[in-house]
């Protein structure tokens, strides 16, 4: 039986009343008690809000798919209610076994009464319903196919019709041990899952013959095999309780240029050992954390939808009441070089974009141009210009020609020409690239482009 959208069907009174059932019933620490648990569950569960379509939403029953607290919030409110429902049931299964919404069973009595139990189950709260499938000879069950041969219960390794085996290529920007790992966890899983040692030998031919697809040696393959199956499947079968570990990670993104971190850490270990404070600081050697670099799919997807295409052009006020920028906007959609050309702004910014390229412009001179590049948000970064011209600043150049004679912060204008840019080298190569077509080098106050020839436009 599987429970039909578990997470988003339980109602908070329900699951949060589960939750406090478990507590009481547990040794825990008198510090925490039962009900300041729940209080934080509860709001967890009716604090979790998202948005779309620049509307923002509250859920209002259920838990989050995806949060921490689910899994184990899920758990304990089916735990609750198939215990409740369990109690009462004259004919019962021979046996009932769960992983968290996946429910697996052995009926022993006839179909008609196992049809009449499910119906019962189904009907037994309000916001559950479970689907049921079964058969007499053959089931499967998460990735195990589960089967009757001679009396006994025989397993094998299930994959669903979708599974293309799409493990990681030999040539992935994955460190060398994760993608070994990966070639004997999964040895592993089908020496653990499989009854028959045949059976279990046929799958791991297939097996072999998608890593090797996935360009990793024959040999390779064979050999973490054969280390896998060479542990006792009934050792497998143990269960083995994770020891906890105090060690401080060094978490860095992944390169292959970066392994022989590793052995300075090694080297390493000698000096905080002997040190009686960096011992105490670290009781454990500090280990080295991997994290993904980004991926294809990290860097052309957003989670967000793109904004309508009717939102103006150019740039707005943030509208903060704080925002000393605000009042300096220009909300200009085109800018004009000094040959007349007319260049539109693309895209749409305020006070608080980041990593923009900017014009400041001066209301009284024509000249009086200054295309700048900050990874800040704009009005931060204003801050620091409207400092040089209250100081008179000479040595900067709109501290300077703000603080001419006739002039004030009341000629400031500023707008944003290109935003969303990813590092500083496309930002000062859009930086270089305004200041070439707005000519604020002989004809603005742009003046020290010194380390900016080096820039070239993406693609140029």
Same mark, same amino acid.
């Not at 859009?430 to 000519?439: A, K, R």
């Given at each position: 039986m599987d429970v039909t959208s578990l997470y988003t069907n339980i109602p908070h009174q329900d699951g949060i009343h589960a939750c406090l059932a478990y507590l009481q019933e547990q040794d825990y620490n008198p510090e925490y008690r039962p009900k300041d648990i729940t209080d934080l569950i509860h709001f967890t569960l009716t604090h979790n809000n998202f948005t779309f379509?620049?509307?923002?939403? %509250? &859920?209002?029953?259920?838990t989050a798919m995806g949060t921490k607290m689910a899994p184990q919030y899920a758990n304990l409110f089916m735990s609750h209610l198939e215990e409740d429902f369990l109690k009462n049931c004259t004919i019962k299964p021979l046996l009932y076994l769960r992983y968290i919404d996946d429910i697996f069973i052995i009926w022993s009595e006839n179909q008609e009464s196992l049809i009449e139990f499910? &119906?019962?189950?189904?009907s037994h709260h309000p916001s559950i319903r479970l689907s049921l499938e079964y058969s007499s000879t053959n089931i499967p069950f998460l990735d195990t196919m589960i089967s009757i041969q001679k009396g006994k219960i025989q397993t094998t390794v299930y994959k669903k019709p979708t599974d293309q085996h799409t493990y990681l290529h030999k040539t992935s920007n994955h460190p060398k041990h994760t993608k *070994? =790992?990966?070639i004997y966890s999964q040895a592993i899983r089908y020496h653990r899952i499989c009854t028959e040692e045949n059976t279990r030998d046929c799958h791991l031919t297939n097996l072999k013959k998608a890593f090797t697809q996935q360009g990793h040696s024959s040999r390779e393959v064979d050999h973490t095999f054969e280390r896998a199956t060479w542990i006792p499947r009934e050792e497998l079968l143990q269960y083995r309780r994770k020891t906890p570990t105090n060690r401080t990670p060094l978490v860095m993104t992944y390169h292959p240029s970066l392994e022989p971190i590793r052995k300075i850490l090694k080297k390493l270990q000698p000096i905080l050992e002997k040190d009686p404070v960096l011992k105490k600081i670290f009781p454990e050697p500090p280990i080295l954390a991997f994290r993904q670099a980004p991926n294809l799919a990290n860097l052309i997807t957003r989670s967000k939808l793109p904004q309508p295409q009717n939102t103006p052009k150019g740039s707005r006020p943030c509208h903060d009441k704080k925002c000393k920028t605000c009042p300096h906007i220009s909300t200009i959609s085109t800018i004009t070089t000094p040959h007349n050309r007319a260049i539109s702004i693309p895209g749409s910014y305020s006070c608080t974009s980041r990593n923009v390229v900017?014009?400041? &412009?001066?209301t009284k001179c024509p000249d009086g141009r200054y295309v700048g590049e900050t990874r800040q948000q704009l009005r931060t970064r204003m801050? =620091?210009?409207?400092?040089?011209? *209250?100081?008179?600043?000479?040595q900067l150049p709109?501290? =300077?020609h703000f603080s001419q004679e006739g002039h004030s912060l009341s000629n400031l204008s500023v707008l944003i020409l290109k935003g969303n840019l990813h590092n500083t080298? &496309?930002?000062?190569a859009?930086? %270089?690239?305004?200041?070439?077509? %707005?000519?604020t080098r002989d004809q603005g106050l742009n003046t020290d482009i010194g380390l900016l020839i080096h820039y070239n436009l993406p693609g140029n």
């Open positions: 379509n620049n509307q923002h939403f %509250l &859920q209002t029953m259920g499910h &119906q019962k189950f189904n *070994k =790992a990966v900017y014009l400041i &412009q001066c801050n =620091a210009h409207r400092k040089s011209m *209250k100081d008179r600043n000479t709109v501290g =300077a080298s &496309q930002r000062r859009y930086e %270089l690239h305004f200041i070439n077509l %707005l000519d």
